[in-house]
């Protein structure tokens, strides 16, 4: 069964205290792997799209990473406004999208 | 802003009614794709069409029905309502589908607020 599991549910950091999120996930052949973060009650945001093994992108402190069966999102020296809840989907064969729960992070001044 | 509008924002309604959601995707996006995010389920995706034709089903109740029009906006059409279609409903475009490269994308639109009373 096509899957797309994040870890943790939930994250509190202290500002500046860098880490990072987790997306697993079992797709019948992966097309693509995106990341969204939203903020309540808005839509998802788009951050970054990720294709094959190895590829990794970034973006202010933010930083995806692909492997063969997950992803990575490292958040470096988070700041508050940093806090929102972070998606991870993932396209597979026949244009079917997975989304995960979400990993709710909370940075603290 | 993505650039994906939907209408209305808000919405609230009794059991058994039926409802229209309306989705307007970014300039120059053929892909219109539907999901439903309640608490305790996440983002589900629902439906996508592609200039006009549906290309990928999810898990959409058969009360739900969806099309693409030829201008290419989209609307969600939701029948005799329960409590449990409460729940955000958003709208995503993007360029294309199954290009594999940042063309297929999603853009998310605002959301609508779907209360059932």
């Known amino acids: 069964e096509d899957q797309v599991t994040q870890s943790p549910e939930a994250l509190r950091l202290q500002e500046g205290e860098s880490s990072s999120l987790n997306c697993s996930y079992t797709v019948s052949g992966l097309r ?18 990720l294709y094959s093994a190895g590829e990794e992108k970034e973006k202010e402190r933010l930083k995806a990473t692909l492997t063969k069966k997950e992803s990575f999102l490292h958040i470096t020296a988070p700041k508050p406004e940093d806090s929102a809840t972070y998606l991870c989907a993932v396209q597979a064969n026949g244009n079917q999208f997975y989304f995960g729960t979400g990993t709710s992070l909370t940075v603290i001044p | 802003d993505s650039g994906v509008t939907q209408t209305p924002k808000h919405l609230i309604t009794a059991t058994g009614q039926r409802v229209t959601l309306r989705c307007s995707p970014r300039s120059g996006d053929l892909s219109v794709y539907w999901y439903q995010q309640s608490l305790d389920q996440g983002l589900q995706f629902l439906i996508q069409y592609y200039n006009g034709e549906e290309r990928a089903k999810g898990n959409i109740l058969e009360r739900f029905s969806a099309q693409q029009f030829p201008d290419l906006h989209s ?4 029948s ?3 409590l449990g279609d409460s729940a955000l409903y958003f709208c995503a475009s993007s360029v294309d589908i199954g290009a594999g490269d ?6 998310f639109g ?5 209360t059932v009373l």
């Open chain 2, 75 to 78: 609307e969600l059409n939701l």
């Open chain 2, 80 to 82: 005799s309502l329960e």
């Open chain 2, 102 to 107: 940042e063309t297929d994308t999603q853009y």
């Open chain 1, 32 to 49: 693509g792997l995106f990341w969204y973060r939203q903020d309540p009650g808005k839509g998802p945001e788009f951050l970054f799209t």
């Open chain 2, 110 to 114: 605002p959301g609508t607020r779907l």
